[in-house]
């Protein structure tokens, strides 16, 4: 009697709990909405966090607080494995291939990817009574305006013939109420900071790149006065601290992409982040990306905004860890994945991936979906109970239900992989194939042509093998065709999710 009591009231309160959930996110949502803020850090590798590698020669406490009191995914995949066509997912919904953009990135000089007419996260938020704002590292083209007398941007050796006391359109044109940006990656110039539009202070300067050993690198480039490259993470993170603390008083809720500019290279820990990790500059740096972290949360929490706000936290692609890298530290930065940035491997695109949201998203979920980048904008439009647009945002799927329950059934059918020099990749449940041999990416060789006998591409178990050791290619035929004939359809065809 005793047990069937206890096993009456625990069902009672596990109700009770699961009902107070869904009311309070019910409440938020017909009111006004959650605060969202996204927050991308920059070449940050799945190992890189203590709580999702136990030998990470780096601690992470303020993510690892997320991801206790939140969820986490495990098999969660940057559309790319390197940071423009990333974002121009994270942004729009959709690949980058599908984009004029077919591999590579964009430098600091290239016009904007993303055309005015095509919906955004931000402009569908905006339309929804959201205030938008985009703060650090764009990297997905500008409209920067040439000198008089020109008709084209051109740039060679880090100088350009643009005119940067005339508008430029940036994300202020996407969507965004509010932009504070620089162009590109902080080893590309131009070095500039852009403020709704407007160079915050022109490029006077030039520098002449540094080349100070492993990580250490900016290219030569034009440079404003007001653009020191050690000060450039902290100055992004106070401006968006001091964005969340101006929308306390504010009647609508707020969107805030946060996009860092670390640890990408160069490796510039500054103050008490030198040597406090045990994996060189490039732990140090990521420290450094985990305070950001903290004073966004600790922000929120002043302001009496952190109950009523999503914060996700990822990465645009996997770590740039070299073989040297890893001779020389314990650390692993991409965990047991093969590869690195730019890679087709798993190692260059799955990305640790938290979400916290108190009282709504139950804390230490973990959850085994396998997802992408370019999910938020669908997940987004099912957390507000609101259409998402007719046109655009093709590839995105609503992943909100596996934020805050453990859903077994898969809600995405497959992901498209993608690297640096475009090679394509599949994977659907537990099988990824890839119809090439090499990384296309960084780690060599980059292609490869099949040796006597061998299969021309790849076909993984990524649930038993999730290291890509054992090639069942040949093993198992049926799979491979039906893969390459799905990758076919997606690449012709888009995804069915509407």
């Not at 940050?44 to 136990?54: K, T, V």
């Not at 490039?282 to 949360?297: E, I």
């Not at 040949?474 to 065709?481: A, F, R």
Request: hydrophobic share 35%; net charge neutral; with cysteine.
């Amino acid at each position: 009697m005793n047990a069937l009591r206890f096993l009456f009231l625990f069902l009672v309160i596990t109700s009770c709990k699961s009902n107070a959930t869904i009311q309070k996110q019910d409440s938020v949502i017909k009111n006004t909405g959650p605060n969202i803020v996204y927050i991308l850090a920059d070449d940050m590798g799945y190992g890189d966090l203590s709580s999702l590698n136990s030998a990470s020669g780096i601690q992470t406490p303020y993510m690892d607080k997320i991801l206790k009191e939140g969820v986490h995914f495990t098999d969660a995949h940057s559309n790319s494995s390197v940071c423009t066509p990333t974002r121009y997912g994270i942004i729009t919904g959709r690949y980058a291939w599908r984009s004029p953009l077919k591999k590579g990135v964009l430098h600091g000089y290239k016009p904007a990817l993303i055309e005015e007419s095509r919906p955004t996260v931000a402009s569908y938020l905006k339309s929804n009574g959201y205030t938008t704002a985009c703060i650090g590292k764009w990297h997905i083209g500008l409209g920067m305006q040439p000198k008089d007398g020109d008709k084209v941007v051109k740039s060679k050796d880090g100088v350009s013939n643009v005119d940067f006391s005339k508008p430029i359109k940036d994300p202020s044109d996407l969507g965004f109420d509010y932009s504070y940006i620089m162009p590109a990656s902080l080893d590309i110039p131009p070095y500039v900071y852009i403020e709704n539009g407007k160079t915050v202070e022109l490029p006077t300067e030039f520098t002449k790149g540094k080349n100070a050993g492993r990580g250490v690198m900016w290219r030569p480039g034009e440079k404003a006065p007001n653009f020191v490259f050690e000060q450039v993470l902290d100055n992004f993170t106070k401006r968006s601290v001091s964005f969340i603390q101006d929308q306390k008083e504010v009647d609508s809720p707020f969107f805030l992409y946060f996009p860092l500019t670390a640890p990408h290279k160069p490796w510039l820990p500054v103050g008490e982040a030198i040597g406090k990790s045990e994996a060189g500059l490039y732990g140090d740096y990521v420290t450094m990306v985990d305070d950001a972290v903290g004073a966004v949360v600790e922000a929120l929490k002043k302001s009496g905004q952190l109950e009523n706000t999503l914060i996700i936290v990822t990465s645009d692609n996997g770590a740039n860890w070299t073989e040297r890298d890893q001779e020389l530290y314990p650390h692993r930065a991409n965990y047991i994945y093969k590869g690195r940035k730019a890679d087709i491997y798993d190692g260059g695109h799955r990305v640790p991936y938290i979400a916290q949201w108190p009282g709504v998203i139950p804390a230490g979920l973990e959850s085994n979906q396998l997802m992408s980048t370019t999910d938020l904008f669908a997940t987004l439009s099912g957390i507000l109970n609101q259409p998402n647009v007719e046109e655009g945002a093709e590839d995105s799927f609503n992943l909100w239900p596996a934020y805050t329950s453990n859903v077994k059934t898969p809600i995405r059918e497959a992901v498209v992989h993608h690297s640096l020099y475009g090679m394509f990749s599949i994977r659907k449940g537990k099988w990824k194939f890839t119809p090439e041999l090499g990384s296309g990416g960084f780690t060599k060789p980059k292609n490869r042509e099949p040796k006597p006998n061998e299969a021309p591409g790849t076909l993984y178990d990524m649930i038993n093998d999730p290291t890509e050791k054992n090639n069942l290619y040949n093993e198992h035929p049926e799979v491979v065709e039906e893969l390459n004939n799905l990758l076919e359809t997606y690449k012709s065809q888009g995804y069915s999710n509407k």
